[in-house]
Protein backbone atom coordinates (compact mmCIF):
# COMPACT_ATOMS: atom_id res chain seq x y z
CA UNK A 1 0.00 0.00 0.00
CA UNK A 2 1.01 3.11 -1.07
CA UNK A 3 0.28 6.37 1.61
CA UNK A 4 -1.33 9.17 -0.59
CA UNK A 5 -0.21 12.57 -0.34
CA UNK A 6 -1.78 13.42 2.91
CA UNK A 7 -0.53 10.21 4.46
CA UNK A 8 2.83 11.07 3.37
CA UNK A 9 2.40 14.83 4.96
CA UNK A 10 0.78 13.45 8.11
CA UNK A 11 3.85 10.65 8.39
CA UNK A 12 6.28 13.10 8.06
CA UNK A 13 4.44 15.50 10.81
CA UNK A 14 4.26 12.57 13.10
CA UNK A 15 8.31 12.05 12.40
CA UNK A 16 9.57 15.39 13.18
CA UNK A 17 7.02 15.75 16.03
CA UNK A 18 8.80 12.19 17.71
CA UNK A 19 12.26 13.55 16.79
CA UNK A 20 11.34 16.91 18.88
CA UNK A 21 10.15 14.93 21.65
CA UNK A 22 12.13 11.91 21.86
CA UNK A 23 15.17 13.20 20.06
CA UNK A 24 17.71 14.91 22.85
CA UNK A 25 17.07 12.30 25.53
CA UNK A 26 14.55 9.09 25.83
CA UNK A 27 14.96 6.99 28.99
CA UNK A 28 14.63 3.52 28.56
CA UNK A 29 12.33 0.83 30.62
CA UNK A 30 13.36 -2.88 29.74
CA UNK A 31 10.75 -5.43 30.85
CA UNK A 32 11.97 -9.33 30.38
CA UNK A 33 8.61 -11.39 29.59
CA UNK A 34 9.87 -15.20 30.20
CA UNK A 35 13.06 -14.62 28.04
CA UNK A 36 16.48 -16.64 28.04
CA UNK A 37 18.19 -13.79 29.44
CA UNK A 38 20.52 -13.68 26.18
CA UNK A 39 18.46 -10.23 25.22
CA UNK A 40 19.13 -8.73 28.68
CA UNK A 41 22.90 -9.66 28.57
CA UNK A 42 23.16 -7.23 25.20
CA UNK A 43 20.87 -4.61 26.36
CA UNK A 44 23.22 -5.00 29.62
CA UNK A 45 26.14 -4.21 27.32
CA UNK A 46 24.56 -0.88 25.63
CA UNK A 47 25.82 0.60 29.03
CA UNK A 48 28.89 -0.93 28.73
CA UNK A 49 31.57 1.52 27.59
CA UNK A 50 32.18 -0.15 24.32
CA UNK A 51 28.49 1.17 23.41
CA UNK A 52 28.13 3.98 25.49
CA UNK A 53 24.63 4.33 24.79
CA UNK A 54 24.72 7.36 26.99
CA UNK A 55 26.45 9.45 24.93
CA UNK A 56 23.37 8.94 22.56
CA UNK A 57 21.12 10.36 25.04
CA UNK A 58 19.07 7.05 25.72
CA UNK A 59 19.31 5.51 29.68
CA UNK A 60 17.90 3.33 31.56
CA UNK A 61 15.46 3.82 33.96
CA UNK A 62 13.92 1.20 36.64
CA UNK A 63 10.69 2.95 37.00
CA UNK A 64 8.13 2.64 34.11
CA UNK A 65 6.94 6.21 35.02
CA UNK A 66 9.87 7.82 33.97
CA UNK A 67 10.48 5.96 30.55
CA UNK A 68 9.42 7.09 27.12
CA UNK A 69 10.40 3.51 25.85
CA UNK A 70 9.41 0.16 26.85
CA UNK A 71 11.90 -2.30 25.48
CA UNK A 72 10.33 -5.59 25.47
CA UNK A 73 12.21 -8.93 25.28
CA UNK A 74 10.67 -12.50 25.85
CA UNK A 75 7.62 -14.80 24.51
CA UNK A 76 5.14 -12.97 27.21
CA UNK A 77 4.51 -15.64 29.53
CA UNK A 78 1.11 -15.46 30.20
CA UNK A 79 2.04 -15.20 34.02
CA UNK A 80 3.86 -11.87 33.04
CA UNK A 81 0.81 -10.29 30.61
CA UNK A 82 -0.68 -8.19 34.21
CA UNK A 83 2.92 -6.72 34.77
CA UNK A 84 3.67 -5.89 31.42
CA UNK A 85 0.08 -4.09 30.91
CA UNK A 86 0.49 -2.46 33.91
CA UNK A 87 4.25 -1.40 33.02
CA UNK A 88 2.78 0.22 29.95
CA UNK A 89 0.09 1.80 31.89
CA UNK A 90 1.91 3.27 34.47
CA UNK A 91 4.08 5.44 31.60
CA UNK A 92 3.39 8.54 30.51
CA UNK A 93 2.48 9.57 26.88
CA UNK A 94 3.54 9.28 24.46
CA UNK A 95 5.05 6.43 24.52
CA UNK A 96 7.26 3.53 21.89
CA UNK A 97 7.25 0.28 22.82
CA UNK A 98 10.12 -1.92 21.21
CA UNK A 99 9.90 -5.82 21.00
CA UNK A 100 13.35 -7.13 21.18
CA UNK A 101 14.51 -10.53 20.11
CA UNK A 102 13.06 -13.34 17.82
CA UNK A 103 11.11 -14.50 20.94
CA UNK A 104 9.13 -11.01 21.26
CA UNK A 105 8.40 -11.30 17.42
CA UNK A 106 6.48 -14.39 17.56
CA UNK A 107 9.42 -16.60 15.81
CA UNK A 108 10.40 -19.06 18.44
CA UNK A 109 7.09 -20.19 20.57
CA UNK A 110 3.78 -20.55 19.84
CA UNK A 111 0.88 -19.16 21.49
CA UNK A 112 -0.26 -22.05 24.25
CA UNK A 113 -1.63 -22.07 27.59
CA UNK A 114 1.88 -20.91 28.91
CA UNK A 115 2.71 -18.22 27.02
CA UNK A 116 1.14 -15.43 23.97
CA UNK A 117 4.77 -16.03 22.14
CA UNK A 118 4.75 -12.48 21.02
CA UNK A 119 4.72 -9.14 22.47
CA UNK A 120 1.91 -8.05 20.20
CA UNK A 121 -0.61 -10.37 21.75
CA UNK A 122 -0.43 -8.01 24.88
CA UNK A 123 0.98 -4.81 24.10
CA UNK A 124 0.76 -2.45 20.74
CA UNK A 125 4.66 -2.75 19.87
CA UNK A 126 5.42 0.23 17.24
CA UNK A 127 9.00 -1.00 16.34
CA UNK A 128 10.36 -4.59 15.98
CA UNK A 129 14.30 -5.41 16.70
CA UNK A 130 14.81 -8.95 14.97
CA UNK A 131 17.97 -11.26 16.05
CA UNK A 132 18.23 -13.61 18.71
CA UNK A 133 19.63 -12.12 20.31
CA UNK A 134 19.92 -8.58 18.67
CA UNK A 135 23.25 -7.33 19.19
CA UNK A 136 24.30 -4.37 20.83
CA UNK A 137 24.66 -2.50 17.22
CA UNK A 138 21.29 -4.06 16.03
CA UNK A 139 19.76 -2.73 19.77
CA UNK A 140 21.25 0.87 18.92
CA UNK A 141 20.00 1.12 15.21
CA UNK A 142 16.40 0.04 16.77
CA UNK A 143 16.68 2.38 19.48
CA UNK A 144 17.61 5.32 16.49
CA UNK A 145 14.63 3.93 14.23
CA UNK A 146 12.25 4.75 17.11
CA UNK A 147 13.20 8.11 17.68
CA UNK A 148 13.48 8.56 14.16
CA UNK A 149 16.93 9.73 14.02
CA UNK A 150 17.75 6.86 11.83
CA UNK A 151 15.65 5.31 8.80
CA UNK A 152 14.55 1.68 8.64
CA UNK A 153 16.74 -0.72 6.31
CA UNK A 154 14.65 -3.61 6.07
CA UNK A 155 11.82 -2.64 3.99
CA UNK A 156 14.60 -2.26 1.12
CA UNK A 157 16.00 -5.58 1.80
CA UNK A 158 15.42 -8.88 -0.15
CA UNK A 159 17.38 -11.69 1.49
CA UNK A 160 18.20 -12.59 -1.97
CA UNK A 161 22.13 -12.58 -2.31
CA UNK A 162 23.41 -12.41 -6.27
CA UNK A 163 25.52 -15.07 -8.10
CA UNK A 164 28.48 -13.98 -7.67
CA UNK A 165 27.87 -14.31 -3.80
CA UNK A 166 27.34 -10.55 -2.48
CA UNK A 167 24.92 -9.97 0.46
CA UNK A 168 21.07 -8.53 0.50
CA UNK B 1 42.88 -8.77 20.38
CA UNK B 2 40.19 -7.27 18.43
CA UNK B 3 41.36 -4.00 16.63
CA UNK B 4 39.12 -1.74 18.06
CA UNK B 5 40.54 -2.94 21.45
CA UNK B 6 43.93 -2.84 20.64
CA UNK B 7 43.17 1.01 19.00
CA UNK B 8 41.31 1.67 21.83
CA UNK B 9 43.67 1.02 24.66
CA UNK B 10 46.23 3.01 22.86
CA UNK B 11 44.08 6.31 22.17
CA UNK B 12 42.27 5.55 25.65
CA UNK B 13 38.94 5.09 23.71
CA UNK B 14 37.22 2.12 23.22
CA UNK B 15 34.24 3.58 22.24
CA UNK B 16 32.47 3.32 18.76
CA UNK B 17 31.05 5.44 16.84
CA UNK B 18 28.09 3.76 15.51
CA UNK B 19 25.48 4.90 14.48
CA UNK B 20 27.84 7.91 12.83
CA UNK B 21 30.17 5.58 11.58
CA UNK B 22 29.83 1.65 11.02
CA UNK B 23 31.63 -0.80 13.43
CA UNK B 24 34.74 -2.83 12.54
CA UNK B 25 32.94 -5.72 14.70
CA UNK B 26 29.68 -6.33 13.18
CA UNK B 27 31.43 -8.33 10.18
CA UNK B 28 32.02 -10.64 12.65
CA UNK B 29 28.15 -11.05 13.32
CA UNK B 30 25.64 -13.73 12.64
CA UNK B 31 23.06 -12.53 10.32
CA UNK B 32 20.14 -14.22 8.49
CA UNK B 33 20.30 -16.15 5.56
CA UNK B 34 20.07 -14.74 1.76
CA UNK B 35 19.05 -16.88 -0.45
CA UNK B 36 20.21 -17.90 -4.48
CA UNK B 37 16.93 -18.27 -6.18
CA UNK B 38 18.25 -19.85 -9.26
CA UNK B 39 19.52 -22.48 -6.87
CA UNK B 40 16.28 -22.91 -4.41
CA UNK B 41 14.17 -26.28 -5.50
CA UNK B 42 10.78 -27.08 -3.80
CA UNK B 43 12.39 -30.28 -2.75
CA UNK B 44 16.01 -28.05 -1.31
CA UNK B 45 13.27 -25.59 0.13
CA UNK B 46 11.31 -28.14 2.49
CA UNK B 47 14.79 -29.46 4.01
CA UNK B 48 15.40 -26.53 5.04
CA UNK B 49 11.79 -26.00 6.52
CA UNK B 50 12.21 -29.38 7.90
CA UNK B 51 15.85 -27.75 9.41
CA UNK B 52 14.46 -24.62 10.85
CA UNK B 53 13.85 -24.56 14.72
CA UNK B 54 11.20 -21.98 14.22
CA UNK B 55 8.96 -20.25 11.96
CA UNK B 56 10.96 -18.58 10.11
CA UNK B 57 11.16 -20.47 6.78
CA UNK B 58 7.68 -21.36 5.07
CA UNK B 59 6.60 -22.18 1.30
CA UNK B 60 3.80 -20.96 -0.57
CA UNK B 61 3.72 -23.39 -4.31
CA UNK B 62 7.24 -21.90 -5.58
CA UNK B 63 7.74 -18.94 -2.78
CA UNK B 64 10.11 -19.15 -0.05
CA UNK B 65 8.50 -16.95 2.66
CA UNK B 66 11.05 -15.62 4.76
CA UNK B 67 10.09 -14.50 7.86
CA UNK B 68 13.19 -11.93 8.89
CA UNK B 69 11.52 -11.20 12.42
CA UNK B 70 11.48 -14.97 13.34
CA UNK B 71 15.04 -15.99 12.32
CA UNK B 72 17.64 -16.93 14.56
CA UNK B 73 20.24 -17.04 12.56
CA UNK B 74 21.32 -20.02 13.52
CA UNK B 75 22.78 -21.92 9.95
CA UNK B 76 20.87 -24.40 9.54
CA UNK B 77 18.97 -23.70 6.30
CA UNK B 78 22.46 -22.79 5.37
CA UNK B 79 24.21 -26.24 6.73
CA UNK B 80 21.39 -27.79 4.08
CA UNK B 81 22.27 -26.28 1.12
CA UNK B 82 25.49 -24.31 1.59
CA UNK B 83 25.22 -23.29 -1.94
CA UNK B 84 22.03 -21.65 -1.62
CA UNK B 85 22.23 -20.04 0.59
CA UNK B 86 24.62 -17.38 2.47
CA UNK B 87 24.92 -15.33 5.78
CA UNK B 88 23.45 -11.98 4.28
CA UNK B 89 25.53 -9.45 6.80
CA UNK B 90 22.78 -7.15 7.66
CA UNK B 91 22.00 -6.51 11.49
CA UNK B 92 20.62 -3.57 11.16
CA UNK B 93 16.77 -5.02 10.77
CA UNK B 94 14.89 -2.97 12.66
CA UNK B 95 11.52 -2.40 11.52
CA UNK B 96 8.50 -0.25 11.82
CA UNK B 97 5.97 -2.49 10.57
CA UNK B 98 6.28 -6.58 11.57
CA UNK B 99 4.74 -6.58 7.75
CA UNK B 100 8.22 -5.71 6.02
CA UNK B 101 9.86 -8.13 8.09
CA UNK B 102 8.03 -11.26 5.69
CA UNK B 103 10.18 -11.62 2.08
CA UNK B 104 8.72 -13.57 -0.50
CA UNK B 105 11.85 -15.16 -1.77
CA UNK B 106 11.13 -16.85 -5.65
CA UNK B 107 12.32 -20.59 -6.10
CA UNK B 108 13.56 -20.42 -9.49
CA UNK B 109 15.76 -23.65 -9.23
CA UNK B 110 12.76 -26.29 -10.99
CA UNK B 111 12.69 -24.04 -14.07
CA UNK B 112 16.30 -25.09 -15.64
Not at chain 1, 9 to 24: D, H, N, P, S, V
Not at chain 1, 44 to 52: K, Q
Not at chain 1, 53 to 79: E, I, K, Q, S
Not at chain 1, 107 to 113: L, M
Request: hydrophobic letters at 45%; aromatic letters at 6%.
Amino acid sequence: MTPGPDEATTAERLRAQIAAQFGRSLHIRTLDTGSCAVCEQEIRLLSAPHYDLHRLGFFFTPAPRHADLLLVAGPMVRAFEVAARKAYEAMPGPKVVVATGACALGGVYQADPFMHGEVEAVLPVDVWIPGCPPSPLALLHGLSVAVGRLAEKVPGLAFVADENGGGA
Amino acid sequence: MPLWFARGLRRGVVTTRYPARPDGSAVALPTPPAFRPLLLTREIVDRMIAQCPGTALSRAADTLVFDAGSCTACGRCARVAPHAVTPSGEFELAATTRSALIKMVPILGERR
